[in-house]
C-alpha cells in the first residue's frame, strides 16, 4: 500500500449525478482510469467525517455566503467502530476559490480518546505535527468548535492511468447524524437523504483531460455548490440563525 498523503493542493468540481447516470459514466471511464487502491472494485469503502463548528455554525454561514477563503474542521474515520488502535484522520480543508488545500495528520485511536477529555493533551505527543496542531487547536479553541454534525457515505473512487493526480470520486448513500456518545460519535443511528444521487467529485492539478470534459458534456453536467456539511447541518438542524 502506498504511503497516505497528507497534504492536497487541488482542483475540486462537484456534480449532482443521476444516479442511472453514474452507472453509465463509470464504465466510460475505466477505458482511461483505475480503482484506487482502497477501492480495488465496485463494492466502494465507508466515508465517516465528524465537522466541527462554533455554537453560532461559523463555517457553515461562511459557505453559504459564498466566502472565498473559508476553513473547515473535521475528523475523519473510515470506520464507525473505533478502538485504540484505529488510525483517525484530522483535517482542516481550506478553499480559495476552487482550489483546495488540505492538511491532515493520522491520530491513534487512544489519543483520539485523549483528545475527547482534553484536546491540547494531543500536543504532548512527539509523532504529530505540532505546525498542524498549532493551527488546527487554535481553530477550535478560539472558536469555541464543538462536534455538530456526522456525515458518512459510500465512495467509489478512480485514479487516471497517465497521471495519478486526476482523480474522480463518487458518493452514495449520504446520511447524517448528530454527534453523541463522545467515544461512540461515529456509531449512531443515521439518517439516509439523497437515495437518487451520487455526488461525483472532479480532483486534479494542472487541465482536466479532454476525453472527461466529453463525458461532462454528453451527459450536460453542470458544477454545483454542493456542501455535504451544509445539507448535514439543514437535516439535523434547519438552518441556523445568522452568526
Request: aromatic share 16%; hydrophobic share 35%; charged share 30%.
Amino acid at each position: 500500500m502506498t504511503k497516505t498523503n497528507l497534504h492536497f493542493r487541488r482542483w475540486e468540481f462537484k456534480y449532482r449525478v443521476p444516479i442511472g447516470i453514474a452507472d453509465r459514466i463509470i464504465p466510460q471511464m475505466l477505458n482511461y482510469m483505475d480503482w484506487d487502491e482502497y477501492t480495488q472494485d465496485d463494492s466502494g469503502y465507508e466515508v465517516n467525517s465528524l465537522y466541527l463548528d462554533s455554537p453560532r455554525f461559523k463555517c457553515y454561514h461562511e459557505k453559504l455566503d459564498g466566502l472565498q477563503l473559508r476553513k473547515k474542521v473535521r475528523i475523519r474515520s473510515y470506520h464507525k467502530s473505533i478502538n485504540a488502535d484505529s488510525n483517525l484522520f484530522f483535517e482542516l480543508k481550506r478553499k480559495s476559490g476552487d482550489v483546495i488545500l488540505k492538511d491532515r495528520i493520522v491520530v491513534k485511536g487512544e489519543d483520539y480518546f485523549g483528545f475527547l477529555e482534553d484536546p491540547f493533551s494531543l500536543m504532548k505527543v512527539e509523532a504529530y505535527d505540532k505546525d498542524f496542531l498549532n493551527e488546527y487547536l487554535y481553530e477550535i479553541s478560539y472558536n469555541l468548535m464543538k462536534p455538530v454534525v456526522l456525515v458518512t457515505y459510500l465512495r467509489k473512487a478512480f485514479v487516471s492511468r497517465f497521471d495519478k493526480r486526476f482523480r474522480v470520486t463518487f458518493d452514495y448513500n449520504l446520511s447524517f447524524a448528530k454527534p453523541a456518545d463522545p467515544k461512540s460519535h461515529f456509531d449512531v443511528d443515521y439518517e439516509r437523504k439523497y437515495d437518487d444521487l451520487a455526488i461525483m467529485e472532479v480532483k486534479f492539478n494542472g487541465a482536466m483531460p479532454k476525453w472527461f470534459h466529453d463525458i461532462i458534456e454528453m451527459y450536460g453536467l453542470r458544477k454545483d455548490r454542493f456542501s455535504k456539511y451544509c445539507k448535514g447541518i439543514e437535516a439535523q438542524y434547519g438552518v441556523p440563525a445568522c452568526f
